[in-house]
């Protein structure tokens, strides 16, 4: 398939469902040209059900949506740089008329399996999503957090197709919104397919701000009880656990704009202070001042953050403060 332009992608779904292809001819008309049906419910099973348009009178903003108008932008130029990928990028982006929508068609075909069907769980995100405000605005401010602070992420299109740091994030946040509603089950069942899926483990009942990276996301743990502020941005490797077996507020809570470094364990209903910053692998057992710098296992304050918002500037290199701490602490050592 050539370049693709507007009037092209116009007559996709009814080039899909005849089973027919576009071919240029020497004196430049389009000859149409019968080909074996396209198995796109195997590949799509979401869009190959022809599902109704979405009710977008519900979306916030329902004027002008800047990330939105980026994400179908980038679509279509990434179709014509890569034609292998224009019915995927149609399917996928091209075909829905909203963020929303996309997200929830991109989410079933991830999480889908043969017991848990596409065409359910499309229905089930976008049922949630099309009508939570909170949602919709999580989910700009989110996919801008990944913009903003992770270099890795190329596009608005890229992280809302291929990051799964962003899909699960906006998996649980669905899940929580289930959960909310009093459909534990339901809420739990995806909470289960989210960890196999993303390998990311995520209580659908624990509360979790706006403008949040969770990059990578591999082997995050964020446990019932936890709560995570505003702007918060998070390594791989990071868990959120309890200490045992007790019951009731048992899980850590985490300040706006904190920076979790990888490989972090936060144990035990403990406060990280706004703006704090846990240097990867650090082992916290106790609470963590505002603005503060800590390191090491078990970890200790190693230092104060110069920025205003570390999450913000990624900036989790403790090497300096935290040699200059061990220094100290042989030196005070020493002279008792």
């Known amino acids: 398939m050539g370049c693709v332009s507007d009037k092209r992608w116009e007559s996709f779904p009814d080039m899909f469902s005849a089973g027919l292809s576009l071919k240029e001819t020497q004196d430049g008309e389009k000859e149409a040209k019968f080909n074996a049906k396209f198995p796109f419910e195997k590949v799509f099973p979401v869009y190959a059900m022809s599902l109704s348009k979405p009710d977008t009178d519900s979306i916030l903003n329902s004027g002008r949506d800047p990330i939105w108008e980026a994400v179908r932008e980038e679509a279509k130029l990434e179709a014509e740089k890569e034609p292998i990928l224009s019915s995927f990028l149609y399917a996928s ?22 017991t848990l069907l596409a065409t359910q769980l499309m229905d089930i ?18 996919v801008q957090a990944f913009i903003d602070r992770d270099p890795a992420c190329l596009s608005y ?17 669905v899940a929580h919104a289930l959960w909310k509603q009093g459909r534990n089950v339901l809420a739990l069942a995806l909470q289960s397919r989210i960890s196999e899926v993303f390998g990311v483990d995520i209580h659908p009942a624990a509360k979790i701000g706006d403008g949040i ?5 591999t082997g995050v743990v964020i446990g019932e009880t936890a709560v995570v502020g505003n702007r918060v941005s998070l390594m791989h490797g990071v ?3 309890g200490t045992g077996k007790e019951t009731g507020d048992r899980h ?21 202070g706004e703006g704090a910053m846990i240097a990867a692998g650090s082992l916290v057992l106790k609470h963590v001042p505002p603005q503060s710098m800590v390191a090491g296992t078990p970890a200790q304050v190693i230092g104060s953050i110069d920025e205003q918002d570390p999450s913000l500037t990624m900036n989790h290199d403790a090497t300096k403060e935290f040699f200059k701490h061990l220094a100290v602490s042989f030196r005070d050592g020493r002279s008792k």
């Open 93 to 114: 982006i091209l075909a829905h008329d909203c963020l929303e929508q996309a997200l929830a068609f991109v989410l079933a075909n991830r999480l889908q399996n043969p």
């Open 125 to 142: 995100f976008s049922n949630v999503m099309m009508h939570d405000r909170d949602i919709q605005r999580s989910i700009r401010l989110d």
């Open 157 to 173: 299109s890229s992280a809302l197709l291929y990051l799964k740091g962003y899909h699960s994030l906006q998996s649980y946040r």
């Open 213 to 217: 990276l969770l990059d990578h996301g």
């Open 239 to 241: 868990t959120l656990g």
């Open 252 to 272: 850590p809570k985490v300040g706006d704009l904190a920076l979790l470094g990888a490989c972090v364990t936060i144990l035990g209903n403990i406060k990280i």
